[in-house]
């Protein structure tokens, strides 16, 4: 008896010390899990993003800038080029050699009321410029003034932004030392000049009236790209053109349509363009991040719905709605057609039906937080019916929300502008997104954010599409409006087939010009 006494307790404490040690182990494990975890939590974010922001602001007069990043839950893995972190550390000294307020500022506003022209082969001064005019919604002008950057960063321009609007309102300057707004005492904005294609120093008029040529430069030209540019106009960025336009000191551009593509059509912008951007689907990823920062009351904006809507998700889903309709509002084609493209795209889970059993109720149930963005609060309200009726059939909880729905857009009113440029913002911060087709709004949050989005089609004959969207293989926005044709030798060649990484866009079927990169 003893014998067998002295057997069971040595086996007791035999397994007692095993489990010690494994649950030592187990321990340990997680600590060490726990450990690194927290060491990753830690990990300071680049605020630079890789160089591209240069370090030489103080942080809380722009809180956006340096602490953007912290609100995406990965980094952007587009890293910029060393040739383009360099080319905007050159370009920011430049900006501050010649921007408002300097004496070459001075000298050049000078020689502009003065509108004397320039023989060939007399100096135009150190600085030249490209001034931008606003106009258009929140999502024109953010295109048009990457457009415009990108057009002075190949060309050695300065560029400086209509303030006559709300841009500063809702953007931090973007260079250090300086502005980037144009002065509002600027002589060619004191309400005599009228920029359109009738005005008699728009370039597209003066070539077609034989009106210039190289022997006798103007001291300004107005550049017209809008949706209704003839040919001339939109042909301005062609190698023979640039001979003359290069001469010129003062560059007025009017635009609304996003026209980088264009500029890999002139051979002498086009190794640049590859040196500046190896990847060719980053260029307005990269520019928005290095040009735009939202100031700090509309980042207050961000942030707080934020946190309060979407940090906590294990998964959100962006859905951007634009009507193009004269008598925009809800239609039930439309709120068809989001159905049916986040449910065959897997984007959002199936209903379930009331009969099937639900999930257990002490399991972890993962949340999608789906934000809307509309002028119409119906669609947000009709998809938040839908998941609070009946379960999915995953067991997920789906939450959506929609910050604002105006019904009017209210274009130049400051409220109304800061909270579309922080939808905008939020829309950027989703893991995944759905936008209209041709809305610009749309196509600067997902690149913004670095998104390959799904494109919903545009309606035709109030009936859904089929297929409703079409998943986009770049981040790129659409030249809505281009020519149709290339340059000189890619005169008589279709423009979206004349490079591999320039093609139409997904979202308009053989039609409009869209960056793809070539990997």
């Known amino acids: ?32 899990a726990i450990s690194t975890v927290s060491k990753e939590s830690e990990t300071p974010r680049d605020k630079l993003l890789g160089g591209l922001l240069t370090g030489d602001f103080d942080e809380g007069s722009c809180f956006s800038r340096y602490h953007k990043s912290s609100l995406y839950r990965q980094p952007s893995p587009y890293k910029p080029s060393e040739y383009l972190v360099s080319k905007l550390r050159s370009y920011e000294v430049l900006h501050k050699r010649c921007g408002p307020d300097t004496k070459a ?47 002075a960063l190949l060309t050695e321009r300065i560029i400086l932004v209509d303030n006559r609007k709300d841009v500063s309102d809702i953007l931090c300057e973007p260079f250090p030392g300086t502005s980037w707004l144009l002065p509002l005492d600027f002589p060619l904005m004191n309400g005599t000049y009228r920029f359109d294609k009738g005005y008699s120093r728009c370039y ?6 034989h009106a210039i040529n190289s022997t006798s430069i103007p001291q300004h030209l107005y550049l017209h790209n809008l949706h209704d540019s003839r040919d001339e106009d939109k042909m301005f960025v062609c190698e023979k053109d640039q001979g003359l336009i290069n001469k010129v000191p003062w560059l007025i551009i009017q635009a609304n349509v996003y026209f980088v593509p264009s500029l890999w059509f002139n051979p002498t912008f086009r190794p640049e363009l590859m040196k500046l951007f190896p990847q060719k689907d980053t260029v307005f990823h990269l520019l928005s991040r290095y040009l735009f920062h939202p100031t700090n ?108 729905g105006e019904r ?7 409220l109304h502008d800061q909270k579309a440029l922080a939808e905008i913002y939020l829309l950027s ?69 004349i490079f591999p990484f320039v093609m139409h866009c997904e979202d308009l079927v053989d039609d409009g010009l869209k960056l793809y990169d070539e990997l």
């Open 1 to 32: 008896m003893k014998i067998l006494i002295t057997f069971l307790f040595s086996c007791v404490l035999v397994l007692s010390i095993m489990l010690l040690s494994s649950s030592n182990n187990i321990k340990n494990q997680l600590l060490d």
């Open 105 to 151: 500022y001075k000298e050049a506003t000078e020689n502009l009321v003065r509108d004397e022209n320039y023989a060939e082969g007399n100096s135009i001064g150190e600085c030249r410029y490209i001034v931008w005019i606003a106009g258009y919604g929140l999502g024109n002008r953010m295109l048009t003034i990457a457009s415009a950057f990108l057009y």
């Open 204 to 209: 597209g008029t003066m070539l077609n009236n």
């Open 297 to 404: 009351q509309v980042w207050g904006m961000v942030t707080r719905y934020y946190h309060a809507h979407l940090s906590r998700a294990d998964e959100t889903l962006g859905i951007q709605i634009r009507v193009f309709r004269k008598n925009a509002g809800y239609f039930q084609h439309v709120m068809d057609q989001i159905v049916v493209c986040t449910k065959r795209e897997k984007l959002l889970p199936e209903l379930a039906s009331q009969e099937e059993p639900q999930v257990n109720a002490s399991s972890i149930t993962k949340v999608k937080a789906v934000l809307v963005t509309s002028l119409y609060p119906e669609y947000s309200d009709n998809l938040k019916s839908m998941f609070w009726e009946r379960p999915s059939s995953t067991g997920e909880v789906v939450e959506v929300n929609q910050p604002s």
């Open 408 to 414: 009017f857009q209210q274009t130049d009113k400051k």
């Open 429 to 497: 911060l989703t893991d995944k997104i759905v936008t209209s087709a041709r809305s610009t709004f749309g196509y600067v949050a997902y690149s913004i954010g670095g998104l390959k989005p799904w494109l919903l089609f545009q309606p035709r004959d109030l009936t859904t599409p089929d297929p409703p969207c079409v998943r986009s293989t770049s981040m790129e926005p659409c030249y809505l409006t281009p020519p149709f044709h290339g340059c000189e030798a890619d005169w008589g060649k279709n423009s979206g087939e």
